[in-house]
């Protein structure tokens, strides 16, 4: 399955975006599919994720309660809704999907299929 994100952006403390992660060539039945970021001079870092075998959504800490992770199956997509953004949060964000067991669903290496990313900068 190939990944396409979309959605970044220049926005200002405060305000929201909403990424989107589109597949092509298959669907995300059976994958459990995580949003990762990366910002400059820093290592990829987890964001959020949903497990495919429960189904559970898990966030890093620095965005809970800010960040939601949905799948939308009748659109193909899984989305991250950030609200709240902080500048800290200005990264390129990477959606990833894979089948990762439950204990590495924060590990980038357990995932195999990975979008091209996409730029989100939050003004001071």
């Known amino acids: 399955v190939q990944l396409q994100a979309s959605g970044g952006g220049l926005v200002q403390a405060g305000g929201s975006l909403r990424l989107s992660c589109a597949a092509s060539?298959?669907?995300?039945?059976?994958?459990?599919v995580g949003w990762f970021r990366q910002a400059p001079g820093k290592e990829r870092e987890f964001v959020a994720a949903?497990?495919?075998?429960?189904?559970?959504?898990y966030y890093d800490d620095s965005v809970k309660g800010r960040f939601t992770i949905s799948r939308d199956n009748a659109k193909n997509s899984v989305n991250l809704q950030m609200n709240s953004l902080k500048p800290e949060d200005t990264a390129v964000y990477y959606c990833?999907?894979?089948?990762?067991?439950?204990?590495?669903?924060?590990?980038?290496?357990?995932?195999?299929?990975w979008g091209q990313g996409t730029l989100v900068t939050v003004s001071s």
């Open positions: 990833a999907a894979g089948r990762p067991i439950l204990s590495s669903i924060r590990r980038s290496l357990a995932y195999g299929n």
């Open positions: 949903i497990h495919a075998g429960n189904m559970h959504s």
């Open positions: 060539g298959g669907t995300f039945r059976g994958y459990s």
